[in-house]
């Protein structure tokens, strides 16, 4: 059974949380029972979903840390949006587990916690660390596939290379069943030449069929459903294009998955 995404990008900023609340929320509104797992020490997607990253609950530094395969299910917690999300939440000590590089088995702690787990979900997002570190190598270790983040920017392109490396290294050392899904656009907006050319750029070094149709527009109601934490398709009428955008992505990524 693949079910599992590792949604990622080195580069902070170009809205890989985003991106993996959006697909939850076209999950939730589809009702595939989805777990978000919050690699990011920010602990964005965690505060989105209606839970308040506490270093007094469990979370996914924990399930770095554990012993026994199968750890994260008593660390999973229902999001506040329903119960068909649910979340394995990110707390500021998540950082301090970068710095494990030397520790047995260090690259596929994350997999080992989640063993058995994801059998009890359609699917499973894990937002990644800003960062090509070790809890991101951990990421992609657990997954089946990897999403790429990015902006149709100059600067929003200059990291791609070192995180298609990445994932070629933890296929070759970790996780042979991971491969790259696809490359989602955030913030394009609608009339943008620079845009375009960088949009060009972009497909010339993945491939046209790798970058995903369609992008997600500028909006500022992402911001307003990240402040309210709630799903995009929560809003309505007022959400119809960007909620179009996100079922039709993951339509694509349950595809991926098959």
């Known amino acids: 059974m693949k079910n599992t995404v590792a949604v990622l990008n080195q580069k902070g900023g170009v809205g890989k949380t ?30 989105a979903l ?8 469990y979370g996914t530094g924990d399930a770095l840390e554990a012993r026994k395969p199968g750890a994260a299910a008593e660390m999973i917690v229902a999001s506040g949006w329903s119960d068909d999300v649910w979340l394995l ?18 690259s596929t702690r994350l997999a080992r916690s989640l063993e058995g787990v994801v059998k009890g979900f359609d699917l499973v997002l894990i937002d990644c660390a800003p960062s090509l570190g070790l809890n991101t190598v ?16 100059v600067f929003g392109l200059r990291g791609i290379s070192p995180v298609l490396d990445l994932i070629e290294t933890v296929w070759e050392e970790h996780n042979k069943k991971l491969d790259l899904a696809g490359v989602v656009l955030n913030r394009v907006p609608a009339v943008s030449a620079d845009a375009q050319d960088r949009i060009a750029e972009l497909k010339k070094m993945v491939g046209a069929r790798t970058v995903w149709k369609p992008p997600i527009p500028h909006r500022v109601l992402i911001n307003q459903a990240h402040q309210e934490r709630a799903p995009i398709h929560a809003f309505g009428s007022r959400a119809t294009e960007l909620a179009s955008a996100f079922d039709g992505l993951l339509k694509k990524l349950l595809a991926s998955l098959e």
């Open 18 to 47: 985003t991106v993996t609340l959006g697909l939850a929320s076209a999950a939730w509104s589809s009702g595939v029972k989805t777990l978000v797992v919050d690699m990011d020490a920010q602990a964005n997607a965690t505060w």
């Open 50 to 57: 209606g839970v308040d990253p506490s270093l007094d609950n």
């Open 89 to 106: 939440p990110a707390a500021a000590d998540l950082t301090m587990r970068e710095t494990d590089v030397s520790r047995k088995d260090a």
């Open 138 to 153: 951990n990421g992609l270790a657990a997954a089946d596939r990897a999403l790429l983040v990015a902006e149709p920017t």
